[in-house]
């Protein structure tokens, strides 16, 4: 690894973040809230820090695709070690940890909370929290879509060059025209929210606070009762419909703007992703309906809101769903795992390979008579190769191991088997809420700091998709450069 | 499909499996029990029925692929229809499917119950209903290991021919040879611990009993309280070894009696199966000592038990593990679905493709480093084809799948998710006992009818090896003969 320059342009990364703090330090400012030195503070150390790495010498021009990942990797810890400093330091939390998991959990657009008390933040540090779901669903859109294709990197790719489908690194030929029309759809899709929010009665603030929460995928709130304390089915129905075109893989977007509609809805994994919040509404708006609400209306609105919360990893709730029936809960338990669209601002295993799966087990049934024939797997009318197979059958399974591996490690604290799954289920696939004691209506707060530091870890590897930094931590036979 | 050949085949089975129930009949006699009527009435019905199917006129000498696994996935189901008989005639069980649920699961060597008080039942249905395991044992091992491999199907099969291991097929040249060496070793371990039960103070009758739910990794007992009602260490350390025993590949006994016992330890299922066992008791061992037990000796004797039974998914127990720590169920959670090794009387996904899913997700943490790298998998020191692994990736894919499927379905009976998940689990890995509502001193009866179906085929579907069943109620496209 050359890490003069992974220094160098983690240097620049700090000096975008502390500019990036700085609308939340006006914010203090205005205020007058106890959060105005700790943020003039931690930008100014952000800065410092940035500026000092990024003068440093260094000899290369270009950098590896090894270097690449460690600056991925780094730049997340990094931007969530600084990051938490304001939380810390205005008290909002009572330790460093508490505070770096919070804000961890906001850059990798989780929205698993520690605080107990939502609403007594500071306005300063409340727009904080919720811009760091901002600015990691940003990050996540360019080193999915842009920087990857870019390193050339096939090994976290779900798609490789020859691939087939809306390709990453096919939207425009270089990185920065990539990048460009990225941040123009986002920053589209971010104001067109804040806008139909703020015509329901949101005020600017919240309207802007749940648009990051909701953009990003990531579901951090300023009320106690999440997107519930809304009463308006108005703002529940504009909320469902922007987290679903959160978790829709942004490639689309460049389609949808080039008039190629048509292509568009003859995306496999845009269909699959619309067909199962099709599907797991209905289900849940019956059992909803008959067994719990016995209201239709009411059903529908709330089963289609969570729904599409938990499926783009969102997190926002309108209900506590953990009082919902088991049938309901198994549902949003399955959606936790499947996940968003690939290349979109969502987490877990990803509609794409849940597809691949989908078509192989199909493969095997239909060799059972065929046993000779010879039948390639088709996304999107394109063959997949046997790499990229192995690839997403790798993915799935590590994914099921860290996961098993982890609730035995969390459910040490002996807590019940439901609340240590879905606490690891929720922060590896980059959700929230889980069930029973990491429920809607309750937090992470009570977890000892070693779990706490351990579901960091899994919000981090959720998010950079499991082998990025698998790879950065992996044993030195396997750090080979490429 | 060449229903002429398949029926006279089923036919010839029925009078095997009517003369099987001889035994039980003698034992009802002997005792004199209300079950002496009901096993006479099934036994006649039964060889009639298979003597007027054998009878029949049939052309083809030769049997198809597709007819074996019809003539298998058939025999478990009309041994179970009529070897429910005796259990419902005898007034055992209320209804029929309760009977019916109750011999699937002694057939699938599950050992899933819905009796209630199972020390009232009369001698003859208890012998029955355990013998169903030892039949159901011999069954899957002469389907595994000689008549897979003798039709020559490479659907069903771990390893194809020119795979690597102790194949199936490769035992002996012919089925016949195949299938009595399986017989004469089922046979001896079946005696062997017999008479080191006897030793142990245990009578003789339930000494076969628990040797029978032991060597077809079942489950059932005929105490209320499993071999807990055993105080001796001896007995469970017995029924441990031959739990272990019994979910080793048979196919590594011809080796060891042919002396090759060094290539015996050689065998890389062999040794994750008994590494597994080693680690998981070890761990279980110390959260017992520390959080619940505070004796190493009973925590060692109750965690080796409980790793022994749950792991070779035979389901007794000593103690009432839904009481032990969170870590603790939830490795033995996640045994109920590793399982036993292949070709062996044990259920759940197997050893062989867990080690196999290992083996790829090393592979891809490595391609990383070396994106241009060929790693082949290997498994004792042979190369796995591509269509071996992607069989294996989808058998572990369509298992979660229908995992997943199964407990929602189950959970509208509105109970909890653990208890609908592992009654799923324990069904589908043919073990028994599951947690809370079906946990190891519950029983299955609470369920209502259309579940206990659902569960009924889940077993048998586990116990087929999943494709087996599908193949026969797939599609017609699919369904196109060989």
Not at 15 to 24: E, K, R, Y
Not at 120 to 145: D, E, K, Y
Not at 289 to 306: E, G, I, K, T
Not at 323 to 336: A, D, E, N, R, S
Request: glycine letters at 10%; a positive charge.
């Amino acid at each position: 690894m050359n890490y003069g320059i992974v220094l160098k342009v983690l240097g620049s990364l700090l000096i975008v973040l502390g500019l990036l703090m700085v609308p939340s330090y006006i914010i203090a400012l205005v205020e007058a809230g106890p959060d105005r030195m700790p943020f003039l503070g931690t930008i100014l150390l952000t800065l410092a820090i940035g500026v000092f790495l990024f003068l440093k010498e260094r000899k290369e021009k270009s950098i590896s695709a090894k270097d690449g990942l460690a600056i991925v990797a780094f730049g997340w810890v990094v931007a969530s070690v600084l990051g938490a400093l304001p939380l810390y330091f205005s008290g909002v939390t009572e330790n460093y940890v508490d505070a770096f998991f919070e804000i961890v959990s906001g850059f990798t657009t989780t929205g698993a909370t520690i605080l107990t008390d939502i609403e007594s933040m500071p306005a300063g540090v409340a727009f904080w929290r919720s811009f760091t779901h901002w600015i990691g669903g940003m990050g996540i859109l360019v080193f999915t879509l842009a920087l990857l294709p870019a390193l050339g990197i096939g090994g976290f790719q779900i798609f490789k060059a020859e691939a087939p489908g809306p390709v990453a690194g096919k939207i425009a030929p270089r990185l920065k025209d990539t990048a460009k029309i990225l941040y123009i759809t986002y920053i589209t899709i971010t104001l067109a929210e804040v806008i139909l929010l703020v015509i329901g009665g949101m005020s600017v603030y919240d309207a802007f606070i749940h648009t990051f929460g909701t953009v990003g995928t990531g579901g951090f709130s300023n009320k106690a009762n999440s997107v519930g304390a809304y009463s308006s089915s108005y703002i529940h129905f504009v909320i469902s419909v922007f987290m679903i075109a959160s978790g829709v893989n942004f490639a689309l977007y460049y389609s949808f703007f080039r008039g190629k509609i048509t292509d568009l809805f003859k995306d496999e994994e845009l269909r699959l992703y619309l067909g199962i919040i099709t599907i797991a509404t209905l289900a849940i708006t019956i059992d909803l309906w008959l067994v719990s609400y016995h209201n239709l209306f009411y059903s529908l609105r709330d089963a289609f809101f969570q729904v599409s919360s938990i499926i783009t990893t969102t997190g926002y709730g309108t209900a506590d769903f953990n009082q919902w029936p088991t049938f309901t809960k198994g549902i949003l338990l399955i959606l936790m795992f499947i996940g968003a669209s690939a290349g979109s601002t969502g987490g877990g295993m990803k509609i794409i390979r849940i597809l691949v799966m989908l078509k192989l087990i199909k493969r095997e049934v239909g060799k059972l008579y065929h046993p000779r024939a010879v039948m390639p797997v088709k996304v999107n009318n394109k063959v997949m190769s046997n790499e990229t197979i192995a690839r997403i059958n790798s993915f799935l399974a590590l994914y099921m191991v860290l996961f098993i591996m982890s609730t035995l490690i969390v459910s040490l604290e002996q807590i019940d088997l439901i609340s240590a799954g879905t606490a690891v289920a929720a922060t590896l696939g980059n959700i929230g809420p889980g069930l029973e004691l990491v429920g809607p209506i309750e937090n992470y707060a009570f977890f000892s700091i070693p779990t706490k530091l351990w579901l960091s870890l899994l919000m981090l590897l959720g998010r950079l998709e499991l082998f990025t930094i698998i790879a950065l931590i992996a044993p030195k036979n396997w750090r080979i450069d490429v």
